[in-house]
């Protein structure tokens, strides 16, 4: 079944508490550790695209330190956007120290890094506490324009998938939102996205 999520509409930054929650929870390539993780998305009409991500994790690991490094062997929360499943998307993946990795493109291999694209690169914060972290994304609607001629307007819709993962944690783990149909660990599948519609 194919999973949908409305982003909510707001006037100015998201109240996040009053905003709905979705789960990532789809264990994928014989994942056993699956720690509770949720997501949430809101935008500004013709201003930006946030992005929530919340995981119950005491210690998450975090040893890369550099943008655009390789974030993916950390304890790692993912989001995929893309204006449709065939053609570009963006990877954003962020571990709980901010580091960020993020570049667009139509294949796994072949991508660029937003950095070196002109256009604004997508604001991460990182947040850890007790027994969880999260990261908040702001991704301004130039960005997207920039690369898809997408506008950030009620009625729109995007396509996406949001990812639990740690290569080389203790317990490595590759959870997803909506469901990967491929054989070996890969996120990059934009065939498998779900459907985010701006409300």
């Not at 694209?117 to 850890?128: A, K, N, Q, T």
Request: some cysteine.
């Amino acid at each position: 079944m194919e999973k949908r999520y409305g982003i909510t509409r707001t006037r100015g930054e998201p109240d996040w508490p009053t905003i709905p929650c979705a789960q990532v929870d789809c264990a994928c390539w014989g994942t056993t550790y699956t720690p509770e993780t949720v997501f949430q998305c809101a935008y500004r009409p013709g201003k930006a695209l946030y992005i929530r991500m919340e995981c119950h994790e005491a210690e998450p690991l975090a040893r890369c330190r550099e943008q655009d490094g390789r974030v993916w062997f950390d304890s790692c929360m993912e989001a995929f956007l893309a204006p449709a499943r065939e053609g570009s998307y963006m990877n954003l993946e962020c571990n709980s120290i901010g580091a960020m990795l993020c570049s667009a493109g139509s294949e796994r291999y072949v991508r660029q890094n937003l950095a070196e694209s002109g256009l604004p690169r997508p604001v991460l914060r990182s947040l850890v506490g007790g027994e969880r972290w999260e990261i908040r994304l702001e991704i301004a609607a130039a960005t997207l324009r920039g690369l898809w001629n997408l506008e950030l307007v009620p009625g729109g819709q995007l396509y996406g998938n949001f990812y639990k993962c740690g290569d080389e944690t203790p317990q490595p783990h590759f959870v997803t939102w909506s469901p990967v149909d491929l054989p070996e660990p890969n996120f990059h599948a934009p065939h498998c996205f779900g459907v985010l519609e701006l409300l």
